[in-house]
């Protein structure tokens, strides 16, 4: 079966450092991959989206950007955090049209 | 363009109320119809789905059927426990041209159930 991780599960990070996020998916291979930001109590905000390795797709111009350098591997990183990008982030991935969401990582920029 | 529109939250409903969180929708095309639960801290998961129209999406009691005369997707539970509290997202599907599909939410409706 198919599963997907994240980490770390939360993070605090003080403004201007750098983050890597890292994302995998077990159990299934060239699948799209995707990036997603929740801020407190909203909705789903699609980040970063691939279809394949080294093939990135940015949704919203930001602080943060994506990387496939595996099949099954998706990092999202930023050179220097603002106090704008705390938040839930999720990875997900699909085959098809449902997308299978990891458990997030909260990340709190102080 | 594409969207979704849910009920705002917080829904608040005592144990074994009916519970009903609306959901519409604007696509062109047929897209599929999806439910999403968020639990307290952790991630999405798929509750249920609906890929054309008339089709009803079941799972741990929860229920939504596709209407596209009213491009509707309600989701429906006829007795609703505490276990039950969570977020709860509304999404489309619709392909783009890369062949990915896109995923386009709603806001999202927070349900607190109450013992």
């Known amino acids: 079966s198919q599963t997907i991780h994240q980490w770390p599960a939360t993070l605090v990070q003080p403004v201007g450092s750098p983050l890597s996020l890292e994302c995998t998916v077990e159990?299934?291979?060239?699948?799209?991959l995707y990036w997603y930001r929740q801020a407190a109590g909203r909705g789903l905000q699609l980040l970063f989206y691939s279809v394949g390795i080294g093939q990135i797709s940015s949704e919203v111009p930001q602080n943060l950007s994506a990387s496939r350098p595996q099949d099954r591997q998706f990092i999202l990183s930023s050179k220097k955090l603002l106090l704008s990008d705390s938040g839930f982030y999720l990875c997900?991935?699909?085959?098809?049209?449902?997308?299978?969401f990891g458990p997030g990582t909260r990340l709190t920029v102080l | 363009g594409n969207s979704v529109t849910q009920m705002e939250g917080p829904v608040t409903l005592s144990e074994e109320a009916f519970l009903t969180i609306n959901c519409t929708y604007t696509?062109?095309?047929?897209?599929?119809l999806f439910w999403y639960v968020q639990y307290p801290g952790e991630g999405l998961q798929l509750l249920l789905k609906?890929?054309?129209a008339d089709d009803k999406g079941s799972n741990k009691g929860f229920e939504a059927t596709y209407r596209k005369e009213t491009t509707s997707f309600h989701l429906e539970k006829g007795s609703v426990q505490v276990s039950d509290s969570a977020v709860y997202f509304c999404a489309l599907s619709h392909p783009r041209r890369d062949s990915n599909y896109q995923l386009i939410w709603g806001a999202g409706t927070k349900l607190i159930i109450k013992p």
């Open positions: 159990g299934t291979s060239n699948p799209n």
């Open positions: 696509a062109t095309g047929y897209p599929s």
């Open positions: 997900a991935w699909s085959s098809g049209n449902e997308q299978f």
């Open positions: 609906a890929t054309k």
